[in-house]
Nanobody
Framework: QVQLVESGGGLVQPGESLRLSCAAS?????????IGWFRQAPGKEREGVSC????????YYADSVKGRFTISRDNAKNTVYLQMNSLKPEDTAVYYC???????????????????WGQGTQVTVAS
């Protein structure tokens, strides 16, 4: 059974950092075709933050997080991370990790392409 469990969220001040973790079970990270982080703020649609194409290792970042967030993967631990630096109030959201298991997509980091989701972890950036 595929399961994704996020952790690492919390309340931080602007400019601070957090590292989110997504522990996977029931499958091997390097087998599935894509894995990524998404977020949803109150009243807004879920959006792709950063995603990895497991086939070729290419990575997508949303423009709003480029230069501040870094996605990484530890295959030995079957875990994906999202290092978030220089956090801003507009980064406040519930963050989810997800995998795309069909091996085909039009948009690597579009939420509708992903079929397995974690439960989410809250990130709040406020002074």
């Amino acid at each position: 059974q595929v399961q994704l469990v996020e952790s690492g969220g919390g309340l931080v001040q602007p400019g601070e950092s957090l590292r989110l973790s997504c522990a996977a079970s029931g499958f091997t990270l390097d087998y599935y075709y894509a894995i990524g982080w998404f977020r949803q703020a109150p009243g807004k649609e879920r959006e792709g933050v950063s995603c990895i194409n497991s086939r070729d290792g290419s990575i997508y970042y949303a423009d709003s997080v480029k230069g501040r967030f870094t996605i990484s993967r530890d295959n030995a631990k079957n875990t994906v991370y999202l290092q978030m630096n220089s956090l801003k109030p507009e980064d406040t959201a519930v963050y989810y990790c997800a995998t795309e298991s069909q091996g085909r997509w039009n948009d690597l980091c579009a939420p509708y392409e992903y079929d397995y989701w974690g439960q989410g972890t809250q990130v709040t950036v406020a002074s």
